[in-house]
């Protein structure tokens, strides 16, 4: 996101203007007070004002399928989309909110570590020969 202050509209009130790339393309937006008046936000940007998080995906089944840990939730799930092997499983992914990204890594380790998801291959303490999963 790239910001600037500008001048808008009769009143002479300053604002902020930005641009976001979102859907198809870079857009000039401004900062509003509500945007519902305007439609409301794009998912991408309401995943970025959402925050830091850990997410887990489970199957329809309600197996943990994945653990993570993102700040940019609909980019990072879009990356999902594209290039792992259990998303078409996936049936549903529940987000816990953090205050920090560290907090929601160390929040993932240690999901890893204790809830065993089917696909995380970080984070995972390797099995010796014999030892049940």
């Known amino acids: 996101m790239v910001a600037r202050a500008g001048v808008a509209g009769d009143d002479d009130k300053p604002i902020l203007v930005a641009r976001w790339v979102c859907g198809d393309g870079a857009q000039d937006a ?65 987000c816990e909110d953090l205050p920090t ?9 240690t999901a890893i570590r204790t809830e065993h998801p089917m696909h995380n291959r970080i984070g995972r303490r390797s099995r010796r020969v014999g030892e049940a999963a």
């Not at 989309?81 to 549903?92: C, F, I, T, V, Y």
């Not at 990204?101 to 929040?107: F, P």
């Open 30 to 94: 401004v900062f509003l007070a509500s945007a519902e008046e305007y439609g409301g936000v794009c998912e991408r940007c309401a995943s970025v004002a959402a925050g830091p998080c850990v997410y887990r995906a489970f199957d329809s089944d309600g197996a943990l399928l994945y653990v993570g840990s993102t700040d940019h939730r609909h980019t990072r799930f879009k990356g999902h989309e594209k290039r792992s092997a259990w998303w078409p499983l996936m049936a549903e992914i529940r």
């Open 101 to 109: 990204i560290d907090q929601a890594r160390a929040a993932e380790m």
